[in-house]
């Protein structure tokens, strides 16, 4: 390893005790180290002439590290943020694609790519899970349920208004790349905006002008997918709450179905093979608080 911190993993078939892939996680912050949190390709998975190369995986965040003699305390965004991170180090390394530019998360289209990653934060929310996880840690009392409820409620205040902002940027997002001849952006936007928003935008406002995302970031066209996979994810995690979040079954039918495939067949098949149905928008709406049902 590369730094005192850094912990390497390997993950363990629980049949044959067979190495499947490996994990360095450099999870606390650093001088010098950059900011955020992400995972990262080190090796794919790639049959060879004579062996079969396996999965490596970076996961990186920036989380504060043990003082003293306290062990590391993170808070709850932390929390979710590892699980997002550790979404996408399972859907790398977790692949049985042979062909490396479909291993894994290679290949697999954008609209579904962050889909296993907010899946797993899914977790983060639930009671049962919460009882395994989160505890005081000097009393170990567990997380009441009253505050995770208090939680819930924080998470989702403004909901309909976060879920119509990205809408927003999404649609301004695909018509400015759809459009057959060099649209005047800033009426673009306003058109966008009038159908969209609720509060109106000062004039001044040049928002389009810092849209990272859809110029250097590789969301152009694509920034749609991140409410899209938002969708997936709460569909699929529907199936869980139903069955069982910790139910052996439904966990291995998402291992073969998502897990596995990388991007070798056409994420909505996958999402149907494991669902059984088309995706809904009913689950997300009830988990963003925006219905009941």
């Known amino acids: 390893v590369w730094h005192p911190?850094?912990?390497c993993f390997d993950l363990v078939a629980s049949d044959n005790g067979e190495i499947i892939g490996s994990l360095y996680a450099d999870l606390y912050v650093r001088k010098n180290k950059r900011g955020g949190a992400w995972m990262d390709s080190c090796i794919h998975r790639q049959r060879q002439e004579q062996s079969?190369?396996?999965p490596v995986a970076f996961l990186s965040c920036n989380f504060t590290p043990p003082i003293g003699n306290d062990p590391a305390l993170l808070s709850h965004n932390e929390v979710e943020t590892l699980f997002h991170e550790f979404g996408h180090t399972l859907h790398h390394l977790l692949t049985e694609v042979d062909v490396m530019g479909v291993a894994g998360i290679?290949?697999?289209?954008?609209?579904?790519?962050?889909m296993p990653s907010q899946f797993l934060e899914n977790w983060c929310w639930h009671p049962d899970s919460l009882q395994l996880i989160a505890s005081h840690y000097k009393t170990g009392d567990k997380l009441p349920h009253?505050?995770?409820d208090k939680m819930r409620a924080a998470k989702n205040f403004?909901?309909?208004?976060?879920?119509?902002?990205?809408?927003?940027?999404?649609l301004f997002d695909m018509r400015l790349h759809a459009a057959q001849t060099t649209p005047d952006v800033q009426a673009l936007l306003d058109t966008v905006r009038e159908e969209i928003a609720i509060i109106p935008t000062p004039s001044y406002n040049r928002f389009q002008n810092s849209f990272g995302h859809i110029f250097a970031g590789g969301y152009a066209a694509g920034y749609y997918s991140y409410k899209w996979s938002?969708?997936?994810s709460a569909d699929a995690?529907?199936?869980f709450e139903e069955e069982g979040i910790f139910n052996r079954k439904t966990g291995q039918d998402f291992l073969h179905s998502i897990l596995q495939r990388g991007g070798v067949d056409d994420p909505n098949d996958l999402f149907i093979e494991f669902r059984?149905?088309?995706p809904q928008l009913q689950p997300l709406l009830r988990q963003s608080g925006l219905s009941d049902r």
């Open 237 to 239: 995690f529907e199936r």
């Open 5 to 7: 911190d850094v912990v």
């Open 158 to 170: 403004q909901s309909g208004m976060q879920t119509l902002r990205q809408v927003e940027f999404a």
């Open 106 to 114: 290679n290949g697999v289209a954008w609209d579904a790519v962050e």
């Open 146 to 148: 009253e505050l995770l």
């Open 230 to 232: 938002e969708v997936l």
């Open 52 to 54: 079969l190369q396996k």
């Open 276 to 278: 059984g149905r088309p």
